[in-house]
Protein backbone atom coordinates (compact mmCIF):
# COMPACT_ATOMS: atom_id res chain seq x y z
CA UNK A 1 0.00 0.00 0.00
CA UNK A 2 1.44 3.32 -1.12
CA UNK A 3 0.71 6.24 1.39
CA UNK A 4 0.16 9.69 -0.32
CA UNK A 5 0.60 13.54 1.64
CA UNK A 6 -0.47 16.15 0.66
CA UNK A 7 0.95 19.80 2.15
CA UNK A 8 -1.61 22.92 1.31
CA UNK A 9 0.18 25.81 0.36
CA UNK A 10 -0.68 28.34 3.63
CA UNK A 11 -3.17 26.62 4.47
CA UNK A 12 -1.71 25.88 8.03
CA UNK A 13 -2.95 21.58 6.91
CA UNK A 14 -1.66 18.77 6.30
CA UNK A 15 -3.64 15.88 4.11
CA UNK A 16 -2.35 12.28 4.54
CA UNK A 17 -4.69 9.53 2.81
CA UNK A 18 -3.65 5.66 0.94
CA UNK A 19 -4.22 4.84 -2.08
CA UNK A 20 -4.55 0.91 -2.97
CA UNK A 21 -2.99 -0.97 -5.79
CA UNK A 22 -4.82 -0.53 -9.21
CA UNK A 23 -7.10 -3.62 -10.33
CA UNK A 24 -7.31 -4.05 -14.36
CA UNK A 25 -11.20 -5.51 -14.25
CA UNK A 26 -12.22 -6.67 -18.25
CA UNK A 27 -9.39 -4.61 -19.48
CA UNK A 28 -9.57 -1.63 -17.58
CA UNK A 29 -7.65 -0.30 -14.78
CA UNK A 30 -9.10 1.03 -11.46
CA UNK A 31 -8.35 2.23 -8.13
CA UNK A 32 -9.80 2.86 -5.11
CA UNK A 33 -8.50 5.33 -1.92
CA UNK A 34 -9.16 4.99 1.60
CA UNK A 35 -10.63 8.01 3.64
CA UNK A 36 -8.24 11.02 4.00
CA UNK A 37 -7.31 12.39 7.25
CA UNK A 38 -6.52 16.50 7.86
CA UNK A 39 -4.44 17.89 10.78
CA UNK A 40 -4.34 21.41 11.42
CA UNK A 41 -1.05 22.36 12.32
CA UNK A 42 -0.73 25.47 14.48
CA UNK A 43 0.58 28.76 13.03
CA UNK A 44 3.60 29.69 15.01
CA UNK A 45 3.62 33.01 17.29
CA UNK A 46 6.46 34.61 19.04
CA UNK A 47 5.91 37.02 21.86
CA UNK A 48 7.44 40.63 22.13
CA UNK A 49 10.41 41.04 24.77
CA UNK A 50 9.05 42.95 27.61
CA UNK A 51 10.28 46.68 27.92
CA UNK A 52 13.65 46.91 30.15
CA UNK A 53 14.35 49.81 32.56
CA UNK A 54 16.92 52.20 30.97
CA UNK A 55 18.99 55.10 32.32
CA UNK A 56 21.61 57.10 30.74
CA UNK A 57 23.99 60.33 32.84
CA UNK A 58 26.01 63.23 31.73
CA UNK A 59 27.14 66.00 32.40
CA UNK A 60 25.80 69.77 31.96
CA UNK A 61 27.26 70.83 28.59
CA UNK A 62 25.88 72.00 25.63
CA UNK A 63 22.36 71.78 25.00
CA UNK A 64 21.10 70.94 28.37
CA UNK A 65 23.71 73.87 29.61
CA UNK A 66 21.73 76.39 27.68
CA UNK A 67 18.32 75.06 28.83
CA UNK A 68 19.37 75.47 32.39
CA UNK A 69 21.49 78.74 32.64
CA UNK A 70 19.61 81.71 33.59
CA UNK A 71 16.32 79.41 34.19
CA UNK A 72 16.36 76.70 37.12
CA UNK A 73 20.10 77.33 37.29
CA UNK A 74 22.36 80.83 37.58
CA UNK A 75 25.34 82.08 39.58
CA UNK A 76 24.46 82.25 43.61
CA UNK A 77 22.80 78.58 44.02
CA UNK A 78 24.16 76.64 46.37
CA UNK A 79 25.67 74.39 43.38
CA UNK A 80 27.84 74.61 40.37
CA UNK A 81 26.36 73.28 36.91
CA UNK A 82 29.48 70.83 37.49
CA UNK A 83 27.98 69.10 40.21
CA UNK A 84 24.87 68.53 38.35
CA UNK A 85 24.20 65.40 36.56
CA UNK A 86 21.35 65.15 33.11
CA UNK A 87 19.78 61.72 33.91
CA UNK A 88 17.81 60.30 31.28
CA UNK A 89 15.74 57.21 32.39
CA UNK A 90 12.58 54.85 32.05
CA UNK A 91 9.10 54.86 33.52
CA UNK A 92 5.29 53.79 32.71
CA UNK A 93 3.11 56.57 31.68
CA UNK A 94 -0.45 57.19 32.85
CA UNK A 95 -0.68 55.29 29.42
CA UNK A 96 0.07 51.89 30.12
CA UNK A 97 3.06 52.11 27.71
CA UNK A 98 6.84 52.94 28.77
CA UNK A 99 8.30 56.60 27.91
CA UNK A 100 11.89 58.29 28.63
CA UNK A 101 12.06 61.15 31.14
CA UNK A 102 14.60 63.15 32.12
CA UNK A 103 15.64 64.67 35.52
CA UNK A 104 18.65 66.88 36.53
CA UNK A 105 19.89 65.65 40.10
CA UNK A 106 23.52 65.88 42.15
CA UNK A 107 26.37 63.78 41.33
CA UNK A 108 26.10 61.99 44.57
CA UNK A 109 22.38 61.61 43.89
CA UNK A 110 22.41 59.47 40.66
CA UNK A 111 22.96 56.29 42.40
CA UNK A 112 20.03 56.52 44.21
CA UNK A 113 17.77 57.91 41.72
CA UNK A 114 18.18 55.31 39.63
CA UNK A 115 17.71 52.63 41.67
CA UNK A 116 14.83 54.31 43.10
CA UNK A 117 13.29 54.40 39.62
CA UNK A 118 14.54 50.97 38.21
CA UNK A 119 12.59 49.30 41.20
CA UNK A 120 9.46 51.90 40.13
CA UNK A 121 9.80 50.94 36.70
CA UNK A 122 9.46 46.83 37.51
CA UNK A 123 6.53 47.52 39.24
CA UNK A 124 4.53 49.63 36.41
CA UNK A 125 4.13 52.63 38.97
CA UNK A 126 2.58 55.56 36.69
CA UNK A 127 3.91 58.54 36.48
CA UNK A 128 2.41 61.58 34.41
CA UNK A 129 5.61 63.48 33.00
CA UNK A 130 8.87 63.97 33.46
CA UNK A 131 10.70 67.36 32.44
CA UNK A 132 12.92 69.46 33.52
CA UNK A 133 11.43 72.45 35.01
CA UNK A 134 12.59 74.44 32.42
CA UNK A 135 10.03 73.58 30.18
CA UNK A 136 8.03 75.33 32.45
CA UNK A 137 9.75 78.45 32.84
CA UNK A 138 11.29 76.77 36.04
CA UNK A 139 8.29 78.01 37.74
CA UNK A 140 7.41 75.33 40.29
CA UNK A 141 3.54 75.95 40.24
CA UNK A 142 3.43 75.77 36.49
CA UNK A 143 5.01 72.54 36.72
CA UNK A 144 3.26 70.84 39.49
CA UNK A 145 -0.12 72.13 37.02
CA UNK A 146 1.52 70.19 34.59
CA UNK A 147 1.73 67.23 37.09
CA UNK A 148 5.07 67.26 36.11
CA UNK A 149 7.69 64.99 38.09
CA UNK A 150 11.46 67.04 38.29
CA UNK A 151 14.10 67.10 40.98
CA UNK A 152 16.77 70.20 40.16
CA UNK A 153 15.26 73.68 40.56
CA UNK A 154 17.38 76.20 42.30
CA UNK A 155 14.62 77.79 44.37
CA UNK A 156 14.36 78.26 48.44
CA UNK A 157 12.31 76.33 50.42
CA UNK A 158 8.46 76.45 50.34
CA UNK A 159 7.96 77.53 53.38
CA UNK A 160 10.49 80.81 52.74
CA UNK A 161 13.00 82.34 55.11
CA UNK A 162 15.75 82.35 52.79
CA UNK A 163 16.60 78.62 52.98
CA UNK A 164 17.37 76.80 49.87
CA UNK A 165 15.26 73.99 49.10
CA UNK A 166 16.76 70.37 48.50
CA UNK A 167 15.70 70.95 45.32
CA UNK A 168 18.07 73.45 44.92
CA UNK A 169 21.31 71.18 45.75
CA UNK A 170 19.70 68.28 43.13
CA UNK A 171 18.90 66.17 46.12
CA UNK A 172 15.21 66.08 46.19
CA UNK A 173 12.51 65.01 43.57
CA UNK A 174 8.86 65.97 42.95
CA UNK A 175 6.73 62.57 41.72
CA UNK A 176 3.03 63.11 40.33
CA UNK A 177 2.53 66.47 42.52
CA UNK A 178 -1.24 66.62 41.51
CA UNK A 179 -1.93 62.90 42.79
CA UNK A 180 0.86 64.04 45.97
CA UNK A 181 0.07 67.63 46.77
CA UNK A 182 1.46 69.90 49.54
CA UNK A 183 -0.75 70.32 52.00
CA UNK A 184 -0.74 73.36 54.25
CA UNK A 185 -3.35 74.19 56.80
CA UNK A 186 -5.48 70.53 55.37
CA UNK A 187 -5.64 72.59 51.82
CA UNK A 188 -3.80 72.61 48.32
CA UNK A 189 -3.30 75.91 45.85
CA UNK A 190 -3.92 73.17 43.01
CA UNK A 191 -7.49 72.41 42.22
CA UNK A 192 -6.73 69.09 40.63
CA UNK A 193 -5.18 68.19 43.92
CA UNK A 194 -8.42 68.35 45.60
CA UNK A 195 -9.72 65.18 45.39
CA UNK A 196 -6.54 63.86 46.38
CA UNK A 197 -6.60 65.49 50.08
CA UNK A 198 -8.29 62.22 50.61
CA UNK A 199 -5.56 59.58 50.88
CA UNK A 200 -8.06 56.84 52.16
CA UNK A 201 -9.34 56.53 48.21
CA UNK A 202 -5.53 54.61 46.78
CA UNK A 203 -5.47 55.73 43.30
CA UNK A 204 -2.91 55.22 40.59
CA UNK A 205 0.56 57.68 41.13
CA UNK A 206 -0.38 58.05 44.79
CA UNK A 207 2.33 58.06 47.60
CA UNK A 208 0.97 55.72 50.49
CA UNK A 209 2.85 55.19 53.47
CA UNK A 210 2.57 51.30 52.50
CA UNK A 211 2.55 51.57 48.79
CA UNK A 212 5.52 51.13 46.25
CA UNK A 213 6.34 54.93 45.61
CA UNK A 214 7.62 55.21 48.99
CA UNK A 215 9.81 52.00 49.42
CA UNK A 216 11.44 52.40 46.49
CA UNK A 217 13.09 55.91 47.84
CA UNK A 218 13.22 54.28 51.48
CA UNK A 219 14.94 51.67 50.06
CA UNK A 220 18.03 53.95 48.24
CA UNK A 221 17.38 55.62 51.87
CA UNK A 222 15.52 59.10 50.90
CA UNK A 223 12.98 60.55 53.33
CA UNK A 224 9.29 61.56 52.49
CA UNK A 225 7.47 64.57 52.64
CA UNK A 226 4.25 62.83 53.83
CA UNK A 227 5.89 62.05 57.44
CA UNK A 228 5.79 65.54 57.81
CA UNK A 229 3.44 67.03 60.56
CA UNK A 230 2.99 70.73 58.80
CA UNK A 231 3.13 71.07 56.12
CA UNK A 232 2.50 67.93 53.95
CA UNK A 233 4.82 67.20 50.85
CA UNK A 234 3.15 64.20 49.66
CA UNK A 235 4.94 64.33 46.49
CA UNK A 236 8.46 65.26 47.87
CA UNK A 237 11.19 62.87 48.10
CA UNK A 238 14.59 63.69 49.27
CA UNK A 239 18.53 62.65 50.63
CA UNK A 240 18.12 64.40 53.90
CA UNK A 241 13.96 63.71 54.02
CA UNK A 242 13.71 67.98 54.23
Known amino acids: MSVGIVACAGSGSVTTGSRRPAVRRNGVSTSTSTATSTTTVAPTTTTAPAPQFASAVAPITGTVASRVSGSSWRAGCPVPLTSLRYL ?25 VTGAFTRLFAAHFPIRR ?5 DFG ?17 RERSTGGGVWSQHAYGRAIDVNPIENPYVDGGTTSHPASR ?6 DVRPGMATTAGELVASFAAVGWGWGGRWSSPVDLQHFSATGR
Open 195 to 200: SYLNRT
Open 130 to 134: MQLVD
Open 88 to 112: TLSYWGFDGAPHTGELIVNADAVEA
Open 138 to 154: ADDFRSIEADNTSAFNC
